[in-house]
């Protein structure tokens, strides 16, 4: 027993490590549509078709669930956007990724950002109820709301609670999530969507802070 430990460290010593049970994590990627209009940058968003079974009518980019013919996250985020924006890859250009989030509900969403020519959209209306563009300068500008939900552990009822300190007792302690948003004409952006604008907003504000 102690050799074939002694072999199986020495290959953990070359293993990289990722992210504990990664592969039980359903993955998503998403694009944060960047629109040249007048000499000026804009945000673009899609509203959620009120047909779909999931979020309808809410406010979101364009991305989806990371399919096994996607090579990569971003492309599966331009896959993802030509086909509810209904425009061709070359019209999806300067594509940058930003940071992954892990979702506490086992998601794992990689955001990325490009330049989009919307000369050439056909939204597909069984997912896109409509698209608006929102001023990069508003976001930029404009700090959002920021509020907090607080997820209550809640085990299960056969849970072993004699085999734990304080049985039923015990001090959980709950996670709290931040829900960020932003209010733009009769627009409300929030949730993930917004806070992937904020996460972005604040890189290019460093990347600028750091080349002006």
């Known amino acids: 027993m ?3 430990l002694y072999t199986a460290m020495e290959k953990l010593q070359q293993r990289t490590p990722t992210i504990m049970d990664f592969d039980t994590f359903a993955q998503y ?3 944060l549509p960047l629109v040249r209009q007048n000499d000026d940058i804009f945000v673009l968003f899609e509203v959620r078709s009120l047909h779909l079974r ?6 979101c980019f364009p991305g989806g669930k990371i399919d096994e013919c996607d090579q990569n996250p971003s492309d599966a985020a331009v896959r993802e956007t030509c086909e509810e924006l209904g425009i061709q ?3 999806i250009t300067h594509i940058v990724p930003l940071d992954y989030m892990l979702s506490p509900f086992g998601m794992v969403i990689y955001p990325f950002a490009a330049f989009v020519d919307m000369t050439c959209m056909k939204i597909n ?3 896109v109820a409509e698209v608006f563009t929102v001023p ?4 930029v500008e404009t700090k959002p709301d920021i ?7 809640k085990p299960e009822e056969h849970f072993p609670f004699e085999h734990i300190p304080g049985g039923r007792q015990y001090n959980w302690r709950p996670r709290q999530i931040e829900e960020h948003f932003y209010y733009y004409k009769d627009k409300v952006i929030w949730g993930l969507t917004a806070k992937i604008v904020y996460h972005f907003t604040r890189l290019i504000q460093t ?3 750091e080349y002006a």
């Open 207 to 209: 990347m600028e802070g």
């Open 54 to 59: 999931r979020q309808p009518g809410e406010i």
């Open 2 to 4: 102690k050799k074939r």
């Open 147 to 153: 509020y907090h939900v607080q997820l209550e552990p």
């Open 89 to 91: 890859k070359e019209n």
């Open 136 to 139: 990069l300068s508003f976001f």
């Open 29 to 31: 990627a998403v694009l």
């Open 125 to 127: 209306e069984k997912e």
